[in-house]
């Protein structure tokens, strides 16, 4: 098998990343694979933010993983710029071969890149194995996030 190829995203794995969202037993709810025109209008959106870095992981033609990196720049901790790693997705056929390691390396090191002097990320708290991985692989669990849906 390959390596992955880690790349910016373009429009037409827009599709691929959705069913990756959408077979995620805890989003799925959310998702709504039938109608890709919300999906294709954020990628616009995202695509178009300097502050943005949508990726998927690769092999040959085929998406097998995605996450979104954004950049904060911020007054807190002198001015610091922190980044916030959102929407991690591995294709089901390919946990467990460290693609999500990969993933999240990738994110880390452009983090570091582009100056940032953190890197943050929220998991949902019935994501158990998900927060292991995290702690494996540096991040502590630190805070108590909060969400309210708009």
């Known amino acids: 098998m390959s390596d992955p190829q880690i790349r910016a995203t373009v429009r ?3 599709p691929a990343i959705v069913a990756m969202l959408a077979h995620d037993p805890i989003a799925a709810q959310r998702e709504s694979p039938d109608d890709l025109a919300p999906y294709y209008a954020a990628f616009e959106r995202i695509a178009g933010d300097p502050h943005q870095r949508l990726v998927v992981a690769a092999r040959g033609e085929q998406v097998v993983g995605t996450l979104q990196l954004t950049l904060i720049p911020g007054l807190s901790r002198t001015g610091m710029t922190r980044s916030v790693i959102e929407a991690v997705r591995v294709h089901h056929g390919e946990r467990g071969n460290g693609l999500g390691t990969q993933l999240i390396e990738w ?6 890149r582009l100056g940032c002097g ?6 949902d708290a019935r994501r158990e ?3 292991r991985f995290y702690e494996r692989l540096g991040f502590e669990a630190s805070h108590v996030g909060f969400k309210k849906a708009l």
Request: overall charge negative; hydrophobic content about 45%.
């Open 118 to 123: 953190l890197v943050q990320l929220t998991s």
């Open 129 to 131: 194995d998900a927060h």
């Open 12 to 14: 037409e794995d827009v």
């Open 107 to 112: 994110a880390v090191a452009e983090s570091r």
